[in-house]
């Protein structure tokens, strides 16, 4: 299914917004207005027609059931996708105060990593050392805050995977485009009505019974980061995933407590020892404050001080202040 299938649910005016290819992220803020993200740059977009929230309701209950799902005063919350990799996150009420909050990620193309170097998003440098450290099946996590290009990095780095391997690709909602002909898709799915969760715990435990070569995780939210730990700390190597996280050293720490969430009963060291003899490198990107999305960092990851307490980290590259302010 793709837009076309649910466009005639949304007033003409919305319909234009939602296939405007210059457009990454669409957010309907109820009644109270609509925003859109056009190349970094957030701006209100004037409708000629209000929206109402009759109108909003309509449009998502009927997405909501195209997809297989339900949206009610029971379960206000939807977080879906298309098959186009288009993302779909509602709110509504009794929740959402002045109506139904909508937002659409769009993506709109996926750029190789030498298109992001030419656009200035990644230093060829990284590139090459990144890919070389893909090749030697080391195990990396891209950070950032939302909106920073993590998945677009990500995207572009698999590119440099060996076609012939065998890919493990787990996503909560799936939207990766993965152009390897033995990869597998899953996604994992929140509990709905006639519908029990899938978690992404259950699909890394389910994922070291279908031989992967690698195994590529979305963005880690949650305790899921324990079990990739232990898929990481136990031969899985070439693993790439993504975490949200204010600097690379910060990622680690990231990690470290989601994966402590799940265990609470394990030593506070311990487990960042773990993450420190899982992961191997960590990239760091940025949305700056003109809407431009660069890497700032790479990291190695040496290991860690457990009598300073520490990760040790051996600093890769960090842009300059001279390359912050372009």
Same mark, same amino acid.
């Given at each position: 299914?793709?837009?076309?299938?649910?466009?005639?649910?949304?007033?003409?005016?919305?319909? &234009?917004?939602i296939?405007?290819t210059?457009?990454?992220?669409?957010?309907?803020?109820g009644? %109270?207005?609509?925003?859109?993200?056009?190349?970094?740059?957030?701006?209100?977009?004037?409708?000629?027609? =209000?929206?109402?929230t009759?109108?909003?309701? =309509?449009? %998502?209950?009927?997405?909501a059931?195209?997809?297989?799902?339900?949206?009610?005063?029971?379960?206000?919350?939807?977080? %879906? &996708?298309?098959?186009?990799?288009? &993302?779909?996150?509602?709110?509504?009420?009794?929740?959402?105060? *002045?109506?139904?909050?909508?937002?659409?990620r769009?993506?709109?193309?996926?750029?190789?990593?030498?298109?992001? $170097?030419?656009?200035?998003?990644?230093?060829?440098?990284?590139?090459?050392?990144?890919?070389?450290?893909?090749?030697?099946?080391? *195990?990396?996590?891209?950070?950032?805050?939302?909106g920073?290009?993590?998945?677009?990095?990500?995207?572009?780095?698999?590119?440099?995977v060996?076609?012939?391997?065998?890919?493990?690709?787990i996503?909560?909602?799936?939207?990766?485009?993965?152009?390897?002909?033995?990869? $597998?898709?899953?996604?994992?799915v929140?509990?709905?009505?006639?519908?029990?969760a899938?978690?992404?715990?259950?699909?890394?435990?389910?994922?070291?019974?279908?031989?992967?070569?690698r195994? $590529?995780?979305?963005?880690?939210r949650?305790?899921?980061?324990?079990?990739?730990?232990q898929?990481?700390?136990?031969?899985?190597?070439?693993?790439?995933? %993504? $975490?949200?996280?204010?600097?690379?050293?910060?990622a680690? *720490?990231?990690?470290?407590?989601?994966?402590?969430?799940?265990?609470?009963?394990?030593?506070? =060291?311990?487990?960042?020892?773990e993450?420190?003899? =899982?992961?191997d490198?960590?990239?760091?990107?940025?949305?700056?404050?003109?809407?431009?999305?660069?890497?700032?960092?790479?990291?190695?990851?040496?290991?860690?001080?457990?009598?300073?307490?520490?990760?040790?980290?051996?600093?890769?590259? &960090?842009?300059?202040?001279?390359?912050?302010?372009?």
């Amino acid at each position: 299914m793709s837009w076309d299938l649910v466009l005639g649910f949304f007033p003409e005016e919305m319909q &234009r917004l939602i296939l405007d290819t210059t457009i990454s992220d669409l957010m309907i803020n109820g009644t %109270t207005g609509v925003f859109a993200d056009r190349n970094g740059m957030v701006e209100r977009i004037p409708l000629a027609s =209000a929206l109402t929230t009759d109108t909003l309701l =309509a449009a %998502t209950q009927q997405i909501a059931r195209k997809l297989g799902q339900n949206l009610s005063d029971q379960n206000p919350i939807l977080n %879906t &996708r298309l098959p186009d990799g288009s &993302r779909v996150a509602v709110v509504g009420p009794p929740a959402s105060v *002045n109506g139904i909050t909508m937002t659409i990620r769009k993506f709109n193309r996926w750029y190789t990593s030498d298109e992001l $170097i030419t656009s200035g998003s990644l230093p060829k440098q990284v590139r090459d050392t990144v890919v070389r450290l893909i090749g030697e099946r080391k *195990n990396g996590i891209i950070s950032g805050g939302t909106g920073s290009g993590k998945t677009t990095l990500m995207k572009a780095l698999l590119d440099h995977v060996p076609l012939h391997e065998r890919l493990i690709v787990i996503e909560q909602p799936a939207e990766l485009k993965v152009g390897h002909p033995n990869a $597998i898709r899953w996604e994992a799915v929140e509990a709905i009505p006639g519908q029990v969760a899938i978690t992404p715990s259950q699909l890394l435990a389910a994922a070291l019974r279908h031989r992967p070569d690698r195994i $590529i995780m979305g963005e880690i939210r949650d305790e899921c980061g324990y079990d990739l730990l232990q898929a990481m700390n136990t031969g899985h190597g070439g693993t790439l995933s %993504t $975490i949200h996280a204010k600097s690379a050293w910060d990622a680690l *720490n990231r990690l470290s407590d989601l994966a402590l969430s799940a265990r609470p009963n394990l030593n506070h =060291a311990f487990v960042r020892s773990e993450t420190a003899e =899982a992961i191997d490198f960590v990239l760091y990107c940025e949305r700056d404050h003109s809407g431009k999305r660069r890497v700032r960092e790479l990291i190695h990851v040496a290991g860690y001080n457990h009598t300073e307490q520490s990760f040790e980290t051996e600093e890769i590259y &960090r842009a300059s202040e001279k390359e912050q302010q372009r």
